[in-house]
């Protein structure tokens, strides 16, 4: 059974118009996790959120928000994104942010034409 | 702050052989390590963690990897590959503190020949 699922798989967005990904968890854990993966690169994390305490990372750029509006959803909101961000995105979550193991969604695939 | 480096960006081997992945550490505290993998247009799955507690640690699908502190390594082994090890392979420090999210090394592309 998923245990977390990003929706939908696949994306693909205009230049500019804003976008919306969004990810559940049937864990209950405390900690969801945006990551920014491109071609052949490692997982970027762009934000964090800690039960509702939110956590951006200092080079995320102001484009990217998140909401997460209860402990099961969250969401990676892209204001006007632009050919560079054309990516894999990937949530995640931990039951706490120490030692405990982070598990990972599918991935949604961002295209930007 | 913590960081990782994972040497070579594309290991290839025989089905049957020996794996090997190197994942090396730095880390101004006792580090807590991960090796996960991901296969292509997949997330990522954890294959094993060590957390302080005994420096062999064992994973799932065969692999394991041993903690060494005087070499600040934590290198991935796997005795005999099958084809279904053809992945990419992440090597993670947990950034210490509170914000204990997972900081990546750049991956290494397992391929398998037949």
């Known amino acids: 059974d998923a245990m977390v699922i990003q929706n939908p798989r696949y994306q693909v967005t205009q230049f500019g118009k804003p976008v919306t990904l969004s990810c559940s968890q049937t864990?209950?854990?405390?900690?969801m996790y945006w990551y920014q993966q491109k071609s052949s690169q490692a997982p970027k994390l762009l934000f964090h959120?800690?039960?509702?305490?939110?956590?951006n990372e200092a080079d995320t750029p102001d484009n990217f928000q998140s909401r997460r509006p209860n402990t099961s959803f969250c969401f990676l909101d892209i204001r006007s994104p632009g050919l560079g961000d054309a990516a894999m995105y990937l949530c995640?979550?931990?039951?706490?942010?120490?030692?405990?193991?982070?598990?990972f969604g599918q991935g949604t695939r961002l295209t930007v034409v | 702050a913590q960081s990782v480096t994972q040497l070579g960006s594309h290991v290839s081997v025989s089905e049957g052989a020996l794996v090997l992945l190197r994942c090396n550490y730095s880390s101004s505290v006792p580090p807590y390590l991960f090796w996960y993998v991901q296969y292509p247009n997949q997330g990522l799955q954890l294959l094993l963690k060590?957390?302080?507690?005994?420096?062999l640690v064992k994973g799932i699908n065969g692999f394991e990897a041993e903690f060494k502190k005087s070499e600040t390594s934590f290198h991935l082994t796997k005795p005999s590959a099958h084809m279904s090890d053809a992945a990419e392979y992440f090597c993670?420090?947990?950034?210490?503190?509170?914000?204990?999210?997972?900081?990546f090394g750049k991956g290494t592309k397992l391929s398998v020949k037949p």
């Open positions: 060590y957390t302080s507690a005994a420096t």
């Open positions: 995640a979550t931990s039951r706490d942010p120490i030692a405990t193991e982070a598990f």
């Open positions: 993670a420090v947990q950034r210490g503190g509170s914000q204990g999210n997972l900081i």
């Open positions: 864990l209950n854990h405390n900690v």
């Open positions: 959120y800690y039960d509702k305490d939110f956590n």
